[in-house]
């Protein structure tokens, strides 16, 4: 009777629980593309192709849109439409990490947004697959410019 060799096992089960943990990138745009909540109600979907969407009250209409871009740990957001308070013309600059595969974080770096720093800076989580699949409806009423 041939029993298992318990190296190759043990070698093989920590290969296997190692790769688990690699399932979600912590840095990089990568790190920040989907559908994300926060405590505020706010709903935000952002994209790999270096644009996102902002649905301030959940209520499935996209308030704000922008372009984002990001370098090493550090994010850049630009509003290019949609709702603009006092003070939001500029870009916001923020650190940011993926502590767990479901929660996002970030750290004001440089922002004069007051709107943009309360909401941004709320802890983060993987929105419910419900927000994820459905698409924000575009209300032409907030359509300042085309994203």
Known sequence: MNLPRPLPML????????????FYSRHGSEALVGTWTNAMGTVWIIRADGTFDVDLDRDGKRDGW??????????????????????????GVYRFTRPTEDTLEFTLVRDKCKLRIKNITQPWNFAPRKLRREPLQVDVRKTETPR
């Open 66 to 91: 922008g372009k984002w871009t990001v370098n090493e740990d550090t994010v850049t957001f630009v509003r290019k439409g949609g709702v603009k308070p006092k003070g939001c013309e500029g870009k």
């Open 11 to 22: 070698l093989g089960g920590f290969l296997l629980l190692a790769s688990g943990c690699a």
